[in-house]
């Protein structure tokens, strides 16, 4: 069985540079820039993403399902090429599949849309470029596409393949982000033993199986970076003092290495120079998606789900992509089919009915599985492996109008997860591979709200609400995903933050919202000048500052109850407090997430 989210889904940068796999990077310190001279292990930089909001039950009216037959529609065919991403149900059950059919929402609008599956990101690029240069001289050309739909982290990259070539065509014709049809909410995840969970100091030394580069392997550095735990990026040697990779082929084949017990001989490597020691290690970790986790499970098992989109739930909204110059000439007809894919969301959302209709289209229009497959592996499912863990597997979320007000910033309390998103990922793509991509489209030139505000303004109240999650006062955390110790500088004996210490405290913020299912704990700390009775009730000012500072910028981000205080005062120093560069390490905030 293919993957859920095929191999199409990787980000979007490693296809561009599919040739260089065997390269050996160096992680500096915006977490994802590499170059291949050096080999040492290093601390991961964070690559801090904001939230993408979360599914909630809406009250919306039933609606009839679509029906089997072709609508019979004069209006002009819209051709959108997508993966098979669960993402994107809601825009399939409004279409009654791979062709508008009678009853369905799409027909009801007079939307005539055409959905194929395209796993092939070369070709989808390909494929709007063709239709940019046919659409200019003939608007009801049959070639090429209108829509494309990947992930978000990268669409930036995605883009510089695309809006260079359009753009000679003429500054209209550029490829635009108009709406988020969804998000991977579980499904790629890394996995791993259960005491790196319990303890992730304890992963030091593992050797995960990953396609080196892609958005799953991003999720595995970005862990072992909240965690303060160094990545070797060079896959030949081994270090017991950090995260090791094993380069895989594929998402399955990642899988596969961990199942098969995988082991090599490496050389063992310590602060960047070689011991002259042999060890040989074996595969202990895997970041994979659907059915690759399922795999594990039913095969060998052993792993559990370390971390995943669930929490880092912002990194892979579905965002859905059209020509500039189309959507323009034809505005009536794009919002219908935002509002279309809107309402088709909000029905698989409420209705079981709607989402097994949903996961019976899907098997269709991606000639993959059946109605069963789509819809367990869309809602996400626990189940026992073969050694008796209980492992998350799966899980995908489709978004409404409501949804999209959100991770757009439209929204009172909001931020722009989209555009944080996609010039997070640009930068690193950019930083990653200088020569092939020296710059990025400029987000605010490729992201364009307006046909989602008009939809928004025309359904006036109408518009089901975000989801939103709900903390309760009193409950702490079980389950901790990390934890990391944050230099945030206050003015001397007191709670004000310094000028210098903006940009840590905006790294913080996106590390947070990134995480916004999760609980948060700032526990505040500071060295041993003074009295102690005064360095505790200054540590729990200064903890509180930066709480407040976080629930200022984005309340929706930070709802009542997620965030707890702790004081610690100077009874918890990481290093002795006999010198100032010692005491400015003892003057510090612990960030602690979980569940």
């Not at 089997?68 to 051709?79: D, G, H």
């Amino acid at each position: 069985m293919k993957r859920l989210t095929p191999l199409g889904r990787i980000t979007i940068v490693a296809l561009i540079l599919a040739g260089l796999w065997g390269l050996k990077w160096l992680i500096m310190d915006s977490g994802y820039v590499m170059t291949k001279q050096l080999t040492t292990s290093q601390d991961v930089g964070k690559v801090d993403l904001p939230t993408a909001p979360k599914n909630a039950s809406s009250t919306v009216q039933a609606m009839s399902l679509p029906g089997e037959k072709p609508a019979n529609l004069n209006s002009p065919q819209v051709r959108w090429l997508m993966w098979a991403w669960n993402a994107q149900m809601g825009a399939i059950l409004a279409n009654g599949g791979s062709e508008t059919t009678e009853g369905s929402i799409m027909a009801k609008k007079g939307v005539n849309l055409k959905i194929t599956r395209q796993d092939d990101v070369p070709q989808m690029q390909a494929s709007l470029i063709k239709f940019a240069n046919e659409y200019k001289s003939n608007p009801s050309t049959p070639e090429g596409a209108h829509f494309v739909t990947i992930m978000g982290d990268g669409a930036a990259a995605f883009l510089s393949g695309v809006n260079p070539e359009l753009e000679k065509i003429g500054p209209d014709y550029r490829a635009q982000i108009i709406y988020t049809c969804g998000k991977s909410l579980g499904e790629d995840k890394f996995m791993g033993l259960p005491s790196w969970r319990d303890n992730p100091q304890s992963a030091k030394g593992g050797l995960t199986a990953a396609v080196l580069r892609d958005g799953d392997w991003n999720i595995v550095v970005k862990w072992c970076g909240d965690n303060g735990i160094r990545v070797n990026p060079d896959e030949t040697t081994y270090d017991p003092d950090a995260m090791n990779f094993v380069a895989a082929d594929n998402y399955l084949d990642a899988a596969e290495k961990y199942i098969a017990g995988y082991s090599e001989d490496r050389e063992v490597v310590q602060n960047g120079k070689r011991t002259g020691e042999k060890k040989r290690v074996s595969v202990n970790g895997v970041a994979t998606w659907t059915p690759g986790d399922v795999n594990i499970a039913e095969k060998k098992g052993g792993l559990v789900s370390i971390v995943s989109t669930k929490e880092y739930r912002s990194q892979m909204p579905c965002v859905l992509i059209g020509i500039k110059k189309y959507m323009e000439d034809n505005r009536p007809t794009v919002e219908k089919m935002i509002e279309g894919i809107a309402e088709g969301g909000d029905q698989v959302k409420s209705y079981s009915a709607a989402l097994d209709k949903a996961g019976e289209l899907s098997a269709k229009v991606y000639n993959e599985a059946d109605k069963a497959y789509w819809v367990k592996y869309y809602k996400g499912t626990q189940s026992a492996d073969k050694q008796g863990l209980v492992v998350d597997l799966g899980g995908s979320a489709v978004h409404n109008l409501g949804d999209n007000a959100e991770i757009f910033g439209l929204n009172p309390g909001s931020t722009n997860v989209v555009k944080i998103v996609y010039d997070l990922f640009g930068g690193v793509a950019s930083k990653l591979y200088p020569k092939l991509m020296p710059s990025y489209p400029k987000s605010d030139d490729v992201i364009e709200v307006s046909y989602l505000k008009d939809v928004i303004a025309k359904a006036g109240s109408n518009v089901s609400a975000a989801e939103t999650v709900a903390f309760t006062n009193d409950a702490n955390i079980k389950e901790k995903v990390s934890e990391k110790s944050w230099s945030i500088e206050f003015e001397s004996g007191k709670a004000s933050f310094t000028p210098q210490t903006e940009k840590t405290l905006n790294e913080l913020f996106n590390d947070l919202v990134v995480a916004n299912n999760l609980r948060v704990e700032i526990h505040g700390h500071t060295d041993n000048t003074g009295d102690p009775s005064k360095n505790m009730n200054l540590s729990e000012e200064r903890a509180f500052a930066v709480k407040q500072w976080m629930e200022q910028k984005s309340p929706n981000n930070f709802p009542q109850g997620r965030v707890q205080v702790f004081a610690h005062g100077q009874t918890q120093p990481i290093v002795p407090n006999n010198s100032p560069e010692n005491k400015a390490k003892n003057r510090r905030v612990t960030i602690v997430m979980g569940k």
